[in-house]
């Protein structure tokens, strides 16, 4: 329901969508960045840095030598992307694996978008991924059921630092969307009702259908990631562009 994020917007033309690292809102957010109604869209990409010489788990996996040229490259892929879509690419130099780099990259943000806030809509990343006990994985398995991802912490840290600079800045309209891959794992009533005792108000769950091969053909930009998180087939590929998008929006204008 694309028009219920209109609606939402209440009249604002201008979207950014937070994404923790690259590709975060292509993989989540196609629908909203897509919507004809804007006249102007930016991806404000958080953890975009690493030093020389730092390895992480993660860049490795993906068949990288360091974690510092991985960033290299999907920050040339996210470029790519988001200008193929005609959507600003802002990459705001937070670290990966460093908590303490989320402070500036948020102070970096908020020198960009926030002298106007009330050109600009934002949405956040909602956090999605549980925590389950040994029972409950136990119980799951049993079931046939997956077992469940926890919630990523350079996710959960954006979400929360960027909604508190947004509610201390008059004007701010902010929403969220949920992630995917992480979605899959949640009970989405369950992550709604977090939300929304953070926020302390009301929350829509919103649910878009995207435009399958067009967002597979973008996602599939982020080269480096393409076989490990969209899978190695095109029927794999095509089934996790096809997923419904899941966004989490305030009355109209709100």
């Not at 196609?30 to 953890?47: G, K, N, Q, S, W």
Request: with cysteine; glycine share 8%.
């Amino acid at each position: 329901m694309s028009q219920e994020i209109v609606k939402w917007l209440g009249g604002r033309t201008a979207l950014c969508v937070v994404s923790p690292h690259f590709d975060d809102a292509i993989y989540s957010a196609f629908v909203a960045l897509t919507l004809p109604a804007l006249t102007r869209r930016a991806v404000a990409t958080v953890i975009t840095t690493a030093p020389e010489g730092k390895v992480t788990s993660w860049a490795t996996h993906t068949g990288f030598a360091s974690t510092h040229q991985e960033h290299l490259e999907r920050a040339r892929e996210d470029v790519a992307v988001l200008q193929a879509l005609n959507v600003e690419a802002v990459h705001l130099g937070g670290e990966s694996e460093s908590t303490a780099s989320l402070t500036p990259a948020v102070e970096r943000f908020a020198g960009i978008f926030l002298d106007a806030p009330g050109d600009w809509a934002f949405l956040l990343p909602a956090g999605a991924g549980v925590a389950v006990s040994r029972i409950e994985r136990l119980l799951r398995r049993m079931l046939g059921r997956p077992v469940g991802q926890m919630a990523h912490p350079e996710h959960t840290g954006t979400r929360d630092r960027l909604r508190q600079r947004l509610k201390a800045t008059p004007g701010a309209l902010w929403g969220y969307y949920a992630e995917n891959p992480y979605v899959t794992f949640d009970d989405t009533a369950v992550l709604a009702r977090a939300l929304q005792r953070k926020e302390g108000r009301q929350l829509h769950c919103v649910q878009c259908s995207p435009d399958a091969t067009a967002k597979l053909r973008s996602a599939e930009g982020y080269v480096s990631q393409a076989a490990v998180a969209l899978g190695a087939s095109h029927a794999q590929r095509l089934a996790f562009a096809s997923r419904s998008e899941i966004y989490f929006l305030g009355e109209a204008g709100r």
